[in-house]
């Protein structure tokens, strides 16, 4: 079964930082691009973070631009998003997912959804 596992949420204080783990099963990996989204209350689902291609173009909110870091380690079946410099503005849940070559991070193209992790930011 396919199966996305996120994990490496928690409480922080701003400022500070969080690395979000994403591993992946049941399917083959390097075939699929892989992204973070994440969910607000009372908010609609956004990407905030996704790789677009093969060649490792990445796309990142303007928000999180320079704070945040995609990385990818195929041998780990596993995506990184290492969150720097956190802000109350932050706080939601954050959702991996998965999609076969390219990718526009956008909610309508995912394939497959991991469960959500919360991320939550005190000011």
């Known amino acids: 079964d396919v199966q996305l596992q996120a994990s490496g949420g928690g409480l922080v204080q701003a400022g500070g930082s969080l690395r979000l783990s994403c591993t992946a099963s049941?399917?083959?990996?390097?075939?699929?691009?892989i992204g973070w989204f994440r969910q607000a209350p009372g908010k609609e689902r956004e990407g905030v973070s996704c790789?677009?291609?093969?060649?490792?173009?990445?796309y990142y909110i303007p928000s999180v631009e320079g704070r945040f870091t995609l990385s990818r380690d195929n041998a780990k079946n596993t995506v990184h998003l290492l969150m720097n410099s956190l802000q109350a503005e932050d706080t939601a849940v954050y959702y991996c997912?998965?999609?076969?070559?390219?990718?526009?991070?956008?909610?309508?193209?995912?394939?497959?959804w991991g469960q959500g992790t919360q991320v939550t930011v005190s000011s």
């Open positions: 997912a998965a999609v076969q070559y390219p990718f526009f991070c956008s909610v309508g193209e995912v394939d497959y």
């Open positions: 049941g399917f083959t990996f390097e075939d699929h691009a």
């Open positions: 790789f677009l291609s093969r060649d490792g173009t990445t």
